[in-house]
């Protein structure tokens, strides 16, 4: 199965998804990817593991994308941290075969502008016992489509957003990859 990775920033979920590859507890390649953020640290991962790496065009991003999924002849997208919207004829195109990571347990706090920091605040400030992250297909609107999996985390009275964050970010590259992994072996029964 030939994956394109979509990052934003530091890529943590890509480098577990690379790690997954090379010790063969993913059986996929990833062949591409793409950030919408030239200083992005998954950047830097990607061209360390040899892999295709770009970062998108301001302008006329989506077709970038479409082009670049094209050429690598990719056929699974995952979201990694990718913080823009995916256009509509690359939902069309991949329909059913793009995957998103939120860090919570949705449909709890997601949504337009429901990313990074602002999650964990919005958890800790609601008084949530947990949170955790969720993995899921991705559909026109934000955060809603069907869930693949989900993993919780137990939230103590003292905790910050900030160590939420770091819980949550702890228990993400597993989920994902498991989730990943049982996609597409649902994918290959088919
Ligand atoms: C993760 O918390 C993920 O759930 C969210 O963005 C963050 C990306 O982290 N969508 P990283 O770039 O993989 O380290």
Known sequence: MRIAVLISGHGSNL?????????????????????????????????????????LPLKNRDNFIL??????????????????????????????????????????FGGKGMYGMNVHQAVIEAGEKKSGATVHLVTGDYDQGPILAQREVLIEKQDTAEILAAKVLKIEHQLFIDAISKFLSNLRKK
């Open 67 to 108: 082009e670049k999924l094209a050429e690598h002849k990719i056929e699974l997208v995952i979201l990694a941290g990718y913080l823009k919207k995916i256009s509509a004829e690359i939902l069309e195109k991949y329909r059913g075969r793009v995957i998103n990571i939120h860090p919570s347990l949705l449909p709890k």
């Open 15 to 55: 480098q577990a998804l690379i790690d997954a590859v090379n010790s063969k507890k993913l059986d996929a390649k990833i062949e591409l990817v793409l950030s919408s953020n030239s200083k992005a640290l998954g950047l830097e991962r990607a061209k360390k593991a040899k892999i295709p790496n770009f970062s």
